[in-house]
């Protein structure tokens, strides 16, 4: 026992934050299956040993293997409750199975997991993922595929607050026998086995082979992906990289390859996981040059980049202006409340490379004497759109594709409309309009006056 609680990853950093009280204790992500077992019994022994923390269980059952799912909750809260630790499951109903909005299953079941993880380290907690060396292989080969930037190979870390992924140093080989050592049972998700997923293609196949013919080659891989990212973040310390920006002219005399890790490191946000950056994507925006003048530029992962005065800027969600920061507005746009009343007096402004959109009272005739109704909605991915001042008609799904959002950002987007009339899609931060061939039009600054903002109902 002893040495499996040695082996667990990044300990000595998550100690310290939960000596320093920033975490009230360690709230393990169960599904049920071997690896998120054999992680929750771990960190129970852990903490029986250390007695400086407190232990507790997340489960999500997404209701998508029927009786099956409702087997694995049954489970999980079993096994919570015969270790003495608090139990908190959530039930995905069958609305939010049907509002997926393009999404893969994994894409959609990942971003539910995000947001409980989200809200519960906002409470206090840490949360602990039973991810291994071959999950952590696998998506190696994944991005290695899709073409991801060197630095980003790897993607998981065992540690970057508030996750914590204790077992990435030991082999799913490993974890069966520990679960076999303890008389641990646990749960198989049938899903796991199919083919239809491109990770367990990868995992039933690709590594199956590689194993075969290079034993150790999983170990090779991640070692490999490593580095890659140790001399990324070496390059970052030499790098031209300051105050949030590049100048595009010293990234024009580089070589292509160093200034794509300029721009990827540029882009790195050390409090989130890394962001999904393909090598097409960065030679894309480098491609833009020094004559892109105030162009603004959507970032996978959330932000955005501005091209002015010879430097290219990434603006984050701290970037936005104060009065978009504040409690209200979390309120009124990113919750997403039925409506938002503009009072008389107040404004609201999107400002576009191509225009001004303002809507003001009481000088704005077209939208009357009265208080203006802002309306944040949902649409069906296939749901024709009729844009204010455009003719034609968009799919809200051939627009995000045309515009390149990835799959996993598509479900923020939302439809902004104006006494009735759409005008554009609402990411959380940006208003977006097509133009006549559906090209996006985007802002280079978005503003509320929210002192004279009321929730609507």
């Keep these: 026992m002893s040495n499996e609680l040695e082996r667990l990853e990044a300990w000595g950093e998550v100690e310290k934050e939960l000596v320093s009280k920033r975490f009230q204790g360690v709230m ?22 250390k007695k400086n923390f407190q232990v507790a269980v997340l489960h999500l059952n997404y209701g998508l293997r029927g009786a099956a799912s409702s087997g694995d909750q049954a489970y999980c809260r079993e096994l919570a409750e015969r270790h003495g630790v608090a139990f908190h499951g959530r039930v995905v109903s069958k609305e939010e199975r049907e509002l997926r909005h393009g999404e893969s299953t994994q894409a959609w079941a990942r971003r539910l997991r995000r947001e409980e993880f989200q809200r519960y380290s906002a409470a206090g907690w840490l949360i602990a993922l039973g991810h291994h060396q071959g999950d952590l292989a696998e998506n190696v080969l994944l991005r290695l595929a899709r073409g991801a930037s060197p630095g980003h190979l790897l993607g998981m870390r065992a540690w970057r607050s508030p996750l914590w992924r204790p077992l990435l140093g030991f082999t799913k080989v490993e974890l069966l026998q520990y679960l076999t050592t303890h008389a641990l049972s646990y749960r198989e998700d049938a899903s796991n086995q199919t083919l239809h997923y491109s990770r367990n293609v ?6 199956t082979e590689l194993e075969a013919m290079f034993p150790g080659a999983a170990r090779r891989i991640i070692a490999c ?10 390059h970052h310390q030499a790098s031209s990289t300051c105050g949030g920006s590049l100048v595009l002219e010293d990234l024009a005399r580089k070589d292509p390859a160093l200034a794509r890790q300029d721009l990827a490191t540029l882009l790195d946000n050390p409090t989130q996981d890394p962001r999904p950056l393909s090598r097409r994507f960065l030679a894309s925006v480098l491609a833009k040059g020094p004559t892109a003048g105030c162009r603004v530029s959507s970032v996978p992962g959330g932000g955005r980049l501005s091209y002015r005065d010879g430097r290219l800027r990434v603006h984050m969600d701290g970037d936005l202006p104060k009065a978009a920061r504040s409690t209200q507005h979390g309120r009124s746009i990113v919750s997403t409340p039925p409506a938002v009343l503009l009072d008389r007096g107040s404004y609201a402004f999107f400002r576009q490379d191509g225009g001004c959109l303002r809507f003001s009272h009481p000088a704005d005739a077209v939208l009357g004497e009265g208080p203006t109704r802002l309306r944040l909605r949902l649409a069906g991915s296939t749901q024709s759109l009729n844009f204010y ?26 439809l902004l409309e104006v006494q009735g009339q759409l005008i554009g899609l609402w990411s959380g931060s940006d208003l977006y309009q097509p133009n006549a061939a559906a090209q996006q039009t985007e802002c280079s600054q978005a503003g509320l006056n929210l002192r004279y903002l009321k929730d609507g109902v």
Excluded: M, N
């Design 202 to 207: 990868i995992r039933h196949r690709v590594l």
């Design 225 to 234: 992906a490593d580095e890659a990212r140790s001399l990324a973040e070496a």
């Design 28 to 49: 393990v992500s169960l599904s049920g299956g071997p690896d998120s077992t054999a992680l929750f019994h771990l960190i129970w022994c852990l903490a029986k040993q």
């Design 389 to 414: 001042g455009l003719k034609r008609s968009f799919k809200l799904k051939e627009l995000l594709r045309q515009w390149a959002v990835p799959l996993a950002l598509r479900p923020a987007y939302q």
